[in-house]
């Protein structure tokens, strides 16, 4: 799907008189960029997510436990 929008922001670019070779780095340099970006913020999600969240308060759960609930429970406030 993103290669089919870089397809026609490439057409776009040459439509409005752009050389063909700076239509084509400016297209290729933008797909990278785009995949970079995504493979960034999956990677990002994906930690800040880690094991998983708390679904009584929504932290993030370390060590298989909650650092706010399992506090709580341990009395270590
Ligand atoms: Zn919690």
């Known amino acids: 799907m993103l290669i089919v929008g870089i397809l026609f922001f490439l057409i ?5 008189g752009l050389p063909a070779i700076y239509a ?3 297209s290729i340099t933008i797909y990278f960029g785009i ?4 493979a960034r913020r ?7 997510v880690g094991e998983g ?3 009584k308060c929504g932290s993030k759960i370390e060590n298989q436990k909650c650092p706010i609930c399992d506090r ?3 009395g270590n406030v």
Not at 12 to 16: I, P, Q, R, W
Not at 35 to 38: A, E, G, L, P, S
């Open 35 to 38: 995949r970079i970006f995504v």
């Open 42 to 48: 999956k990677k990002m999600i994906a930690e800040s």
């Open 12 to 16: 776009g670019l040459m439509g409005v």
């Open 72 to 74: 709580k429970k341990l």
């Open 24 to 26: 084509i780095i400016i």
């Open 53 to 55: 969240i708390c679904a």
